[in-house]
């Protein structure tokens, strides 16, 4: 049976809802060959927005061609130049004897051994030495521009997950050697982005690093509730089932308009119902799923100090002097100089994140396990 709502996955054509401002700007970078930098925490739909504004320019335009590249498992520069120069081949190749081409016209210094898989040519491998490349790596890195104006085309290279480049060693002297390829590139935009978002602040929007001012940043916001409400109607009424506005008002209400969780939520929803939701079943749904993750939350509570435990109770009960002499008695947070350190250390955990200066907790459901489950037995 196919469910009418998708998490966890990549979500195009009737799961992707609204965003039509950041398609719009999108789309316009990459048809301008404006670099973009792209911000929100995961699950916010960065990769699904990226490769939606994609598709629909590189259908619309055929000279604007799109590489990706995920550095969720690129661990040093060696490993990056290998994805970045396999990948742009594999992007503008549609034959195997176009790589090779490339290749031979554009690399001088590396001479690569091909190696194709026998089932289908975009699988391959260079077989360099990447670690020897990493030394000079200017053709490497030269390679989109260079295919780009041989082609005619415009090329923009998508980089998720691209605060990674921090744990590399020697990040900043990479960075820098990165920023002055790239910025030389006429053909050749890049749109970066990740989900570390104090990682990414600190790649893009300080004075002293290499990619500051480097493009145009979007911090992309949840989606809000009309438009869940409308998208979670559609869904349930198109698979014959039928849900009231104010129900699915509520589920988007319950996930705090979390992309991933509303869709989670809305499907746990859909499949306890028979043909009309009824109101009861949301908040069973709820609780299902808050259960279903218990586990989880169990770990990542225990994976904390005490302080930072009795923190994020503070938080969650609303205090908002969290500096102040008597919250940090009455929640027992040790000294006032601590404070800044437990919000650091939470903030690096993903748990928590500060908007306008106030600390939110991140999950949804994870805030409604620790209010429901945990807190209530501690306090
Ligand atoms: N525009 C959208 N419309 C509906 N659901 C969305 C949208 N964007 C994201 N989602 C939901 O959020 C989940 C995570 O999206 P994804 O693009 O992988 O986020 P990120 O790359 O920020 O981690 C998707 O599987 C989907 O359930
Ligand atoms: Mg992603």
Known sequence: METPFVYGKLVSGHDFTNRTEELKRLSQNFLSGINTILISPRRWGKSSL???A???VGKQEKNVRFVFLD???IRNEGEFYR??????????STKYQDIINYTKKFFRQWIPRISFSPDHFQEFSLGLDWQEVKKQPDEILELPQRIAEMKGWKINICIDEFQNISFFDDSLAFQKRLRSHWQQHKNVAYCLYGSKRHMMIDVF????????LF????????????????????RFTSTGKSINEAQAGRIAFLAENHPFY???LAQSCWLRCDKILTDDLIDIAMETLILQLSLLFQQQIESLSSTQINYLGAVLNGETRLNSKEIIQKYQLGTSANIARIQQALINKEIIDLISGKPEIQDPLFKAWMKKHYFKAHY
């Open 50 to 52: 990226v490769t939606k």
């Open 54 to 56: 994609a598709s629909e």
């Open 71 to 73: 550095m969720f498992n």
């Open 83 to 92: 994805e970045y120069s396999e990948q742009t081949l594999k992007a503008t």
């Open 205 to 212: 929007s300080k004075q002293s690093m290499p990619f500051y």
């Open 215 to 234: 493009g145009d940043l979007v911090l992309i916001e949840k989606i809000l509730p009309e438009h869940w409400v409308q998208f979670i109607v559609e």
């Open 262 to 264: 509303v869709q989670q």
